[in-house]
């Protein structure tokens, strides 16, 4: 098994907090249902029901960008404010990279909004990368310091029944970082969440993720309604907690995994694509179910795949269940998220979310085989073992889809599909990935995706979709015969690395200690503690 590096802060639950000023990137928009053009003087009366969206803007240097929200207000032209969020809410932002998930609903009184405030409990991102002894690296940063936020300014207005904001984190503006191995240890990072705040555009029946529509929903049912249609659904967060949203199925609405609204029960986790309505809730389009008996569900991308055992290593973005598979490394507070699971006996699926696989000009394929590091998987789980010469056993590995960020190299078509063909950066998991010590080299170029895109695509960049540019793509990706294949689902502007800026180092002291895991001939885990 390959071994691994951890690079930790001890901060990563701050008690500082962070206030962030929003200056609004908006123009002045009316709530939905209303046919006002930004040069129209709103007409205000009463309260709107206000849902606020989370979303973010990365590119793929980061793997995980935790937030705890204290504090959410909004502040009027006349110098009055309004709360919007009073208490803490988690959120975890690079799985929400191009999409969106639904943070909270409030109502609020109609007016005119020009600026913002959030509070932070506590924020931290995680990068993953090689370091020089061939080993697996983990760096966590947390916030330990205040820092700015500059947007653009302009107003908006909150009126009709109901108005959705999205809340964009923009990553490489929030976690700035020279590369993720750096000597000294924590020199040049800096941390300072930086967002955009601006009025989605709902339709009566969301489309895409610019006017309402969530896919690939990751949650636990808390509970089933009276009425079989509503479930309360619970959204993981590891680090902060997690927070609660409202659904509802009805006579459309797509189950796979299990027969119907009978088949769900508390507990259960499910992969689910859902419409905004105007309460803030969900009409779920589809509800996947990928394991009905799980206890446990991991997500989150492949790290390495033994060639010796069957065994894997997969970084839990985001986890649920009674028994996390957070792996206590020694230190107080601190976890390591990249649990090793033995998949001997483990069933491998590709999930429902896409219809078109069948059409794919390739055999989209998904099997023990073929795995490999950097694809987006869920693993579920019974009893969780956290040490000892036996891993978990994994019962199911589901293929989910994620998003890559790249450089279109070249175009090309297959059948009714046009394949893009996309570089990505080395700091990307597939290449960092490819090239770790003790597993199969699968890959023929584990820096170069194909994109197959078609009719089902939406496509939301402004940026042209043609050689030369960088966007981002959201899909299954296969491993076929060596070559990374995405079917996609949704194409968006990319974000181009940050131009060589290092920030201005915080000063630390490190400390390292060896941990090691009571199996024999596995490699220790190094852990280098920051303190402040």
Request: glycine share 10%.
């Amino acid at each position: 098994m390959v071994g691994a590096t951890l690079h930790t802060s001890s901060l990563r639950f701050s008690t500082q907090t962070l206030i962030v000023t929003l200056v609004i990137a908006a123009g002045i928009t009316t709530g939905c249902g209303s046919n006002g053009s930004s040069m129209m003087t709103p007409k205000f009366s009463g309260n709107t029901n206000v849902t606020v969206m989370v979303t973010s803007t990365a590119n793929d240097q980061v793997t995980n960008f935790n937030l705890q929200f204290k504090t959410l207000t909004l502040t009027n032209q006349s110098g009055n404010t309004v709360t919007l969020l009073s208490s803490p809410q988690p959120s975890e932002f690079i799985h929400v990279n191009g999409g969106t998930e639904p943070l909270m609903t409030v109502s609020i009184p109609q007016e005119i909004y020009t600026s913002g405030t959030i509070t932070l409990g506590g924020a931290e991102f995680v990068c993953i990368s090689q370091d020089p002894t061939g080993g697996l690296l983990f760096s966590h940063y947390s916030v330990v310091e205040p820092g700015p936020v500059v947007n653009l300014a302009s107003p908006i207005a909150v009126t009709g029944s109901s108005q959705v904001l999205s809340l964009n984190l923009q990553v490489s503006n929030s976690a700035v970082f020279p590369s993720c191995y750096s000597e000294p240890i924590f020199s040049g990072y800096s941390l300072s969440p930086t967002f955009s705040l601006a009025p989605l555009n709902v339709l009566p029946s969301p489309t895409n993720v610019e006017n309402g529509l969530m896919t690939g929903l990751e949650a636990t049912i808390s509970s089933v309604g009276t009425t079989d249609s509503s479930l309360t659904l619970t959204i993981p967060e590891v680090s902060f907690g997690t927070r609660t949203v409202q659904a509802n199925a009805n006579s459309a609405t797509v189950f796979q995994g299990v027969s119907g609204l009978s088949g769900l029960t508390s507990g259960m986790f499910v992969n689910l694509d859902g419409a905004l309505q105007s309460d803030g809730s969900l009409l779920a389009t589809r509800i996947e179910v990928e394991n009905p008996t799980a206890l446990n569900i991991s997500t989150g991308p492949l790290l390495s795949v033994d060639t010796l055992v069957p065994a894997l290593m997969q970084y839990g973005r985001t986890q649920m269940g009674p028994l996390l598979t957070d792996w206590p490394t020694g230190q107080p507070g601190q976890y390591d998220e990249s649990p090793y699971f033995d998949f001997s006996n483990a069933t491998f699926q590709i999930s429902g979310q896409f219809k078109n696989l069948q059409s794919l000009p390739f055999v989209p394929s998904f099997t023990a085989a073929n795995m490999v590091g950097g694809q987006n998987v869920d693993i579920t789980s019974g009893t969780m073992i956290l040490g000892g010469s036996t891993y978990t056993s994994a019962n199911t590995i589901t293929l989910i889809p994620q998003t890559i960020n790249g450089t279109v190299e070249g175009v090309s078509t297959s059948g009714s599909f046009t394949v893009y063909t996309v570089s990505l950066a080395n700091y990307d998991l597939f290449p960092q990935l490819a090239v770790q010590q003790g597993q199969t080299t699968l890959l023929n170029n584990p820096s170069q995706v194909q994109v197959y895109v078609d009719s089902n695509t939406q496509k939301i960049n402004t940026q042209s979709l043609g050689a030369g540019s960088t966007l981002r793509f959201y899909g299954l990706v296969f491993n076929d015969n060596g070559t990374l294949r995405m079917d996609c689902g949704q194409v968006s502007d990319g974000v181009s690395a940050p131009a060589g800026s290092a920030a201005s180092q915080q000063s630390s002291v490190g400390e390292t200690r060896v941990v090691s895991r009571p199996e024999s001939g596995r490699t220790p885990i190094t852990i280098v503690t920051r303190s402040n």
